[in-house]
């Protein structure tokens, strides 16, 4: 090993993005390791088979656990410098009080004064990074929200601006699945990484996978020295690090730990998929909704479990070869005449998606094998979440209904909101990191993205991980225990 970093991140999404910047930006030296490719502005273009195969993981499906009426979900996540953050729609909405208190109940999650991890905790980093990423209200609605909140209103529902890391530059032109070319809309990638990298003062290396976590035990317990990972060449590498931050997304960190070596049976366990549909409907007038910036309100009147548990975003629509492949109705999935009639009428049909609680169940099946590495995922719903799925497709039903929709169809599950995989806690028995992200088991060793959420959140994820991870960066740039000062120690 002959390059030493005080800290190593491996993957550049919501998490490793933030980490890697903050720290950057207060003169520590670190290396940013990430899988897929590094693109900007100028590579993006609308073309959705291409950018799918360039910014996207392949979909993955987390598969039913026994037998089970709605099927798999499909996992959409972003594998590219900024990982999902790149490919995402930037809605930025804060985890409430009651979501935390399914924090603490799950994992024992306490502050530093021993209470409950609570809103005031999360507080000053939500500020930071709202702040940073220049957060503004989104009320400038298009015609195809107008159309839908005829709905929402006939059903005594409240439709609401959101809150998202997009600046005014935004066209509305609607391809933040593709990549923003406008840069409007905030990535890790084009600001903590980019403001860091051409500044020179964050080392960022695209096309590395990280294949393991090197670890060992020099007399002082085990602990993490450094990565090994392989470049866009086939080279391998072995990188050493005051401490290591593996934030690789819900999905992958779990892998990755397990064939490093960790054995903590709990890694993998605990996955929260936040489940979603698309709900939609079609109108007489042509609605353009795949023009628009895609989601400029909400309704969160049914937030909570107690209320319904779930949130619906209005507007949304999927470009043409995700609405051709993932369209339902009654008999399931639809083809033929009826599916060639329904992508005819492409312009006059407007979405919703409907975003249900759900309680953990899931799991990251991880694959000890290095060679393989074929991990697999799972869902478990139980009959309280598939009440609340059922209820949040009914209404998204009836808010089209309302609006006088002619037709009204959806997908199956699919989520873009995977979390918990590495769950953070007070309690070891509960949790894989500790109220720092540092693992239980290994020294130096932290998670800093989506894994670490103990329970699946109400809102939208992103600002959540970015906010935890900017804590965690205070949590290493402080280095009590002189991870980083002691760095030739840590080098051996
Ligand atoms: C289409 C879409 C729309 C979304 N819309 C919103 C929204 O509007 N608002 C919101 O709050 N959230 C949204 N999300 C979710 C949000 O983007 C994610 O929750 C968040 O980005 C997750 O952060 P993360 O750091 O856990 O993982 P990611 O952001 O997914 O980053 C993980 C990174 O690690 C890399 N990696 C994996 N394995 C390795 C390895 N072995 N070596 C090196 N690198 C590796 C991956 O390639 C990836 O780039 C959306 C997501 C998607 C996909
Ligand atoms: S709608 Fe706005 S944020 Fe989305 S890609 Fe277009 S310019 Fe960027």
Not at 49 to 60: N, V, Y
Not at 335 to 354: P, Q, S
Request: with cysteine; charged share 25%.
């Amino acid at each position: 090993m002959n390059e030493r970093f005080d800290v190593v991140v491996v993957g550049s999404g919501a998490g490793g993005g933030v980490v890697a910047g903050e720290l950057a930006q207060r003169g520590r030296s670190v290396l940013l390791l990430e899988l897929g490719p590094y693109r900007t502005a100028v590579d993006f273009a609308r073309w959705e088979a291409k950018a799918t195969h360039e910014l996207w993981w392949p979909i993955r499906f987390a598969m039913p656990v026994g037998e089970w009426g709605p099927g798999a979900v499909a996992l959409v996540a972003g594998r590219c410098v900024g990982g999902s953050t790149t490919i995402n729609t930037k809605v930025a909405m804060r985890a409430d009080a009651a979501d935390l208190e399914k924090w603490h109940a799950a994992s024992g999650l306490v502050n530093e004064h021993g209470e409950p991890f609570g809103v005031a905790d999360m507080a000053p980093f939500y500020e930071r990074v709202e702040r940073y990423l220049g957060v503004r209200t989104r009320d400038d609605w298009s015609d195809s929200v107008r159309t839908v909140e005829r709905g929402f209103n006939a059903l005594d529902a409240r439709l609401d601006a959101v809150e998202s890391y997009t600046d005014e530059n935004c066209m509305r032109l609607g391809s933040c699945l593709q990549g923003c070319p406008t840069n409007a809309g905030k990535s890790t990638q084009n600001t903590y990484i980019q403001e860091a990298w051409v500044r020179g003062s964050l080392d960022v290396r695209p096309d590395s996978r990280v294949e393991r976590v090197l670890i060992e035990d020099r007399g002082d317990g085990v602990e993490a020295t450094g990565v090994e990972y392989v470049d866009e060449a086939g080279r391998r590498h072995s990188v050493a690090a005051g401490a290591v931050v593996v934030a690789a997304g819900t999905l992958n960190t779990p892998g990755l730990l397990v064939r490093s070596g960790l054995d903590d049976p709990l890694i993998g366990r605990n996955v929260g998929f936040h489940p979603a549909r698309l709900v939609f409907g079609r109108y007489d007038e042509p609605q353009d909704a795949h023009v628009v910036y895609p989601i400029t309100s909400h309704c969160a009147d049914f937030r909570h479990d107690v209320d319904g548990g779930f949130v619906v975003e209005a507007v949304t629509m999927q470009d043409p070869i995700s609405f051709a492949i993932n369209l339902q109705d009654e008999q399931g999935p639809m083809w033929g005449k009826a599916l060639v009639e329904a992508l005819r009428r492409f312009r006059h049909w407007t979405g919703l998606l409907v975003m249900v609680n759900d309680d953990n169940n899931g799991a990251v099946v991880a694959d000890p094998d290095p060679g393989a590495a074929a991990d697999a995922f799972t869902c478990d719903f139980q009959p309280p979440e598939l009440a609340r799925l059922d209820r949040a497709l009914t209404f998204g039903r009836a808010v089209h209904d309302a609006a006088g929709a002619r037709e009204i169809l959806w997908t199956g599950l699919l989520t873009t909101h995977m979390q918990g995989s590495c769950r953070m806690g007070s309690d070891p028995a509960r949790s894989v990191v500790d109220a720092h992200g540092e693992t239980h088991s290994v020294k130096r060793l932290f998670v800093g993205d989506g894994s670490v959420v103990p329970r699946t959140l109400s809102a939208n994820p992103s600002l959540t991980i970015m906010a935890l991870a900017t804590r965690l960066a205070d949590h290493l740039h402080a280095d009590r225990n002189g991870y980083l000062s002691d760095l030739q120690a840590a080098v051996g």
